[in-house]
Nanobody, 124 residues
Framework: QVQLVESGGGSVQAGASLTLSCAAS????????MGWFRQRPGKEREFVAT???????YYQDVVKGRFTISRDNAKNTVYLQMNSLKPEDTAVYYC??????????????????WGQGTQVTVSS
């Protein structure tokens, strides 16, 4: 089992930046692919960004150029740097992990482990 704990959420004004962190614990010896998803009010959970074990990344179009996903494998931590935040970025952000280390995965059903989520609120 792998436990994921997100941190770094908060309330900010439009245009601000936030960095989310996701720390993995438990059976972290595996080479996991990691992703960030979000659930906006009244919407289904949606893909935001993903990173493979080797560092390849892929983003949802609406965050491309504003968000950056990165990871520190030695610290078992993945990050989501969010710049130029917009009110429509308001959501609960979830970290997730899957066991297919080098594949890009964008569907939530393909992820094996999930964090509890962290709230990001962007006001106009």
């Amino acid at each position: 089992q792998v436990q994921l704990v997100e941190s770094g959420g908060g309330s900010v004004q439009a245009g601000a930046s936030l960095t989310l962190s996701c720390a993995a614990s438990g059976r972290t010896g595996g080479a996991y692919g990691m992703g960030w998803f979000r659930q906006r009010p009244g919407k289904e959970r949606e893909f935001v960004a993903t990173i493979t074990w080797s560092g390849s990344t892929y983003y949802q179009d609406v965050v491309k150029g504003r968000f950056t996903i990165s990871r520190d494998n030695a610290k078992n931590t993945v990050y989501l740097q969010m710049n130029s935040l917009k009110p429509e970025d308001t959501a609960v952000y979830y970290c997730a992990a899957h066991l297919d280390s080098f594949r890009i995965k964008v569907l939530s059903r393909n992820y094996d482990y999930w964090g509890q989520g962290t709230q990001v609120t962007v006001s106009s």
